[in-house]
């Protein structure tokens, strides 16, 4: 399979890797967005977050939370952010499930926002009526 993530998270290709169990290895991010990203990935393959099964899910925010505060003591960062990206609509670029731990500091230049909608009373209705 010609999957770059199988073959890091499984050891085929070397990466800087801060941690590694049987089911996960996290590493560096190459093209880091602010010092210290990091990047959660499983070693079984699942496309995306639709197709992780439900206890790699579960081990998984386990790890993000305990890489999360390593990484928050250690960098002394003044934030973070936790991102997992799914299609490419949504930014995703390697198609294999992953999770980006993202340090923030002030006045860094990582930009993560969005403009506010306003939800409307017949979206509101719409929306409970499909995904309730
Ligand atoms: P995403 O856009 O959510 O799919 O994120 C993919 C991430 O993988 C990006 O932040 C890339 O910089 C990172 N990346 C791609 N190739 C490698 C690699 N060989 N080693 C480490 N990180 C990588
Ligand atoms: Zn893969």
């Known amino acids: 399979m010609e999957c770059?993530?199988?073959k890091i998270a499984n050891g085929?290709?070397?990466?800087a890797t801060l941690y590694e169990d049987n089911d996960f290895r996290v590493i560096l991010d190459v093209n880091p967005a602010s010092?210290?990203?990091?990047?959660?990935?499983p070693k079984k393959h699942a496309d995306n977050?639709?197709?992780?099964?439900?206890?790699?899910?579960?081990?998984?925010l386990v790890l993000a939370k305990s890489m999360?505060?390593?990484i928050e003591r250690a960098l002394e960062c003044d934030g973070?952010?936790?991102v997992q990206n799914n299609g490419e609509t949504a930014g995703q670029t390697v198609f294999h499930f992953h999770?980006?731990?993202?340090?923030?500091?002030?006045?860094d230049n990582v930009k993560l926002g969005w403009k506010p909608?306003?939800?409307?009373?017949a979206m509101r209705e719409e929306l409970l009526s499909i995904l309730k």
């Open 68 to 70: 999360a505060s390593k």
């Open 4 to 6: 770059i993530f199988c």
């Open 99 to 107: 999770m980006h731990i993202i340090p923030r500091y002030k006045n």
């Open 49 to 60: 977050l639709y197709e992780l099964p439900d206890e790699t899910a579960s081990k998984a």
């Open 80 to 82: 973070l952010n936790l």
């Open 12 to 15: 085929e290709i070397p990466s």
């Open 117 to 121: 909608g306003k939800l409307s009373d």
């Open 35 to 41: 010092k210290g990203h990091t990047l959660i990935l």
